[in-house]
């Protein structure tokens, strides 16, 4: 356990320097001194986009072996809850009323679009703390959110603003700055925080609600700290790169075979393995030799749409 944490660290401390130098103009390790003109370059442009990946791939691979804990489903992801969809939607209506121009205000609106659909969330699971009644309300949302989405693209006031809705929403880390780091990354230290303090309950419910509530687990205050952590990690994500998904679904995957089947023992593999994957991820959509940088959201789809496909066979094979 303790030699793959060790191996993903180097992992992840070599994918972030790999990010800092390759680009479209690869700056060489003797650039990145302050007297040289191309450490703007490091400074400015880079660095906050390799922190944000390496932030952005640890929520939400720490999100998806949360996820995937506590609803004991392996096919679980963060955007289940629907945290995701109304961040989106948040976003959305910030470049649908012109209200993204400063720095700041789009990143507030996916945010208080996380804020709201995790209220609603709790509203309509209510005080039972049924696992089965919330996934269902979380679906609910997410359709919701997701048809509301639509429907601005729809209505958009010109051509230029549904283009721009549509192209956020693809996911990226370009043109990201310090602002956006400081916007997300705090954010995202709380939520891990708060879920964090989730790995005993979570070890406990593999047992069962019922065990569960008998080792003194309360499952709506844990309904309340996962629901609030989840919205934390994946609405700071999506304020900062736009929706990006299956990494929280494709992580716990990867890093349960070497680190165990218990879920507190995959939370910090999986936040490791998150930032490794999406670091590498963002260098490589940056130096493919493409007329335009291929969005990361797209590339994370085309990864995980086959990886869903094969945990299905596989999940098939099992059960026949």
């Given at each position: 356990?303790?030699?793959?944490?060790?191996?993903?660290?180097?992992?992840?401390?070599?994918?972030?320097?790999?990010?800092?130098?390759?680009?479209?103009?690869?700056?060489?390790?003797?650039?990145?001194?302050?007297?040289?003109?191309?450490?703007?370059?490091?400074?400015?442009?880079?660095?906050?986009?390799?922190?944000?990946?390496?932030?952005?791939?640890?929520?939400?691979?720490?999100?998806g072996a949360v996820m995937q804990g506590y609803l004991r489903n392996p096919l679980a992801d963060p955007g289940l809850f629907g945290v995701s969809a109304g961040a989106a939607f948040g976003a959305v209506c910030?470049?649908?009323?012109?209200?993204?121009?400063?720095?700041?205000?789009?990143?507030?609106?996916?945010?208080?679009?996380?804020?709201?659909?995790?209220?609603?969330?709790?509203?309509?699971?209510?005080?039972?703390?049924?696992?089965?009644?919330?996934?269902?309300?979380?679906?609910?949302?997410?359709?919701?959110?997701?048809?509301?989405?639509?429907?601005?693209?729809?209505?958009?006031?010109?051509?230029?603003?549904?283009?721009?809705?549509?192209?956020?929403?693809?996911?990226?880390?370009?043109?990201?700055?310090?602002?956006?780091?400081?916007?997300?990354?705090?954010?995202?230290?709380?939520?891990?925080?708060?879920?964090?303090?989730?790995?005993?309950?979570?070890?406990?419910?593999?047992?069962?609600?019922?065990?569960?509530?008998?080792?003194?687990?309360?499952?709506?205050?844990?309904?309340?700290?996962?629901?609030?952590?989840?919205?934390?990690?994946?609405?700071?994500?999506?304020?900062?790169?736009?929706?990006?998904?299956?990494?929280?679904?494709?992580?716990?995957?990867?890093?349960?075979?070497?680190?165990?089947?218990?879920?507190?023992?995959?939370?910090?593999?999986?936040?490791?393995?998150?930032?490794?994957?999406?670091?590498?991820?963002?260098?490589?959509?940056?130096?493919?030799?493409?007329?335009?940088?291929?969005?990361?959201?797209?590339?994370?789809?085309?990864?995980?749409?086959?990886?869903?496909?094969?945990?299905?066979?596989?999940?098939?094979?099992?059960?026949?």
């Amino acid at each position: 356990m303790t030699r793959l944490n060790l191996w993903l660290s180097l992992g992840v401390i070599v994918a972030a320097l790999l990010s800092v130098a390759a680009g479209k103009v690869w700056v060489p390790l003797d650039a990145w001194t302050s007297a040289d003109p191309r450490s703007l370059i490091i400074v400015e442009l880079r660095l906050p986009r390799t922190v944000l990946a390496l932030a952005v791939g640890a929520a939400l691979g720490f999100s998806g072996a949360v996820m995937q804990g506590y609803l004991r489903n392996p096919l679980a992801d963060p955007g289940l809850f629907g945290v995701s969809a109304g961040a989106a939607f948040g976003a959305v209506c910030a470049l649908f009323f012109g209200y993204a121009a400063q720095a700041w205000l789009l990143p507030g609106f996916a945010l208080a679009g996380a804020g709201a659909t995790m209220a609603m969330l709790a509203l309509i699971a209510g005080r039972s703390g049924s696992l089965i009644l919330f996934t269902l309300a979380g679906m609910i949302l997410t359709s919701i959110a997701g048809s509301l989405t639509a429907l601005a693209i729809s209505l958009a006031p010109t051509p230029f603003v549904a283009s721009e809705i549509v192209t956020w929403l693809m996911g990226a880390l370009t043109d990201r700055s310090w602002d956006d780091v400081l916007v997300a990354v705090p954010l995202m230290a709380v939520g891990a925080v708060i879920l964090a303090r989730t790995a005993a309950a979570l070890d406990a419910l593999t047992l069962g609600e019922v065990a569960a509530r008998s080792m003194g687990v309360d499952p709506r205050r844990l309904q309340l700290a996962v629901v609030a952590g989840i919205a934390l990690l994946v609405g700071a994500s999506v304020a900062a790169a736009g929706v990006i998904g299956f990494v929280g679904l494709m992580v716990p995957h990867l890093v349960r075979p070497l680190a165990g089947h218990r879920p507190s023992a995959i939370l910090l593999p999986s936040a490791l393995a998150g930032a490794l994957l999406l670091t590498v991820a963002d260098t490589l959509v940056r130096v493919l030799p493409t007329v335009a940088e291929l969005r990361l959201g797209i590339a994370m789809s085309m990864l995980g749409g086959p990886f869903f496909l094969y945990l299905l066979v596989a999940m098939r094979r099992r059960l026949a």
